[in-house]
């Protein structure tokens, strides 16, 4: 096994038009993606006492402008929302009493969920920054969120990960999941599938049940449909548009190696008499990208480190 290091904390906007980084001392870095210009350096009065633990920007709507919000959590349990256009802190959020795992908005931009190593998932006003709920879904922490693209469905992820319905928060289905707690979670587009790894060299693909009944009892109800398998560590996955007939997802490993897949969905139906998951090779790897030249005509090859 190879050790795990902290992953940086970094985020693409939903449409890719900002990029943020945060720095060890907790220094706030936006760009523009499409100038590769600086647009902000952020620096909250208490940022050499913090550790932001994950980012997510607020997808607007198409049409929209570039978003506006975005939220980090720290490993003290807070929330800070920024709004980036501005460069202005807009609020802290007294959410947790550990480390804050994963945030994410919903749809509309007015909920902020959060789950963190306190065991709890919480759901707060961005407004206001009040709580609009807080509980427990389990005996150990989520250490993931995924939510579907419709808003219906989230996927709780820790050792292993659960399907939920929005709006009751109840179980749907199980995935047996992983060793370790999930730290890459994604929904496909059409809510099918989902894609996981606990940060490992080893990542999973599973086909969802939303039949009545899946996963009472704690029966592992979804089902294993690829397992794949990497040279380092994985750091990021995530489904792509939806293609005509097609899933396409990628995963980045820790090495900086960006591998890509185009699955016919009729490849992806071993049925329930399926005894393992799939094997299967990706599409293309991109090991490393060539900057624009500068002055000299020249530039080194760099490390892919956020898809």
């Known amino acids: 096994h ?4 902290s992953p940086m ?3 693409f906007s939903a449409r890719a038009e900002l990029f943020v980084s ?5 220094r706030l870095s936006l760009f523009d993606t499409a100038t590769s210009s600086l647009v902000h350096v952020l620096t909250q009065p208490a940022h050499l006492t913090l550790k932001h633990t994950c980012a997510a920007f607020l997808a607007g709507r198409e049409g929209d402008a570039a978003p506006s919000l975005l939220a980090l959590g720290t490993d003290a349990g807070t929330i800070v929302i920024w709004d980036v256009q501005r460069g202005a802190l807009i609020r802290t959020v007294h959410a947790h009493s550990a480390k804050v795992n994963d945030v994410s ?8 969920y959060s789950c963190s190593d306190d065991k709890h998932v919480g759901i707060w006003d961005v407004h206001s920054g ?5 509980f427990k879904k389990g005996k150990v922490a989520v250490s993931k969120m995924a939510f579907s693209i419709d808003g219906s469905h989230v996927l709780l992820g820790a050792a292993s990960i659960k399907l939920m319905r929005r709006d009751k928060w109840k179980r749907v289905s199980q995935l047996s999941g992983h060793a370790e707690p999930t730290q890459c979670l994604a929904f496909s587009p059409d809510g099918a599938l989902a894609l996981s790894s606990d940060g ?3 990542a999973s693909l599973w086909r969802l049940d939303y039949s009545k009944g899946a996963g009472e009892d704690g029966v592992q109800s979804a089902t294993s449909v690829a397992a794949l398998s990497f040279e380092a560590n994985v750091s990021q996955l995530a489904f792509l548009d939806a293609a005509q007939g097609a899933y396409c997802f990628f995963v980045l490993t820790a090495e900086g190696k960006l591998s890509l897949w185009r699955v016919p969905k009729k490849g992806l139906s071993p049925g329930k008499n399926a005894t393992r998951p799939l094997q299967l090779p990706p599409t293309c790897s991109v090991l490393k990208v060539e900057p624009p030249c500068e002055h000299n005509g020249h530039a080194d090859p760099q490390r892919i480190q956020q898809a």
Do not use: I
């Open 2 to 5: 190879s050790s795990r290091s």
């Open 9 to 11: 904390v970094c985020s």
């Open 22 to 26: 945060v720095s060890d001392d907790g």
């Open 105 to 112: 908005f919903d749809r509309s931009g007015e909920l902020l």
């Open 130 to 134: 009040e709580k609009r709920a807080l």
């Open 200 to 202: 490992s060299r080893h």
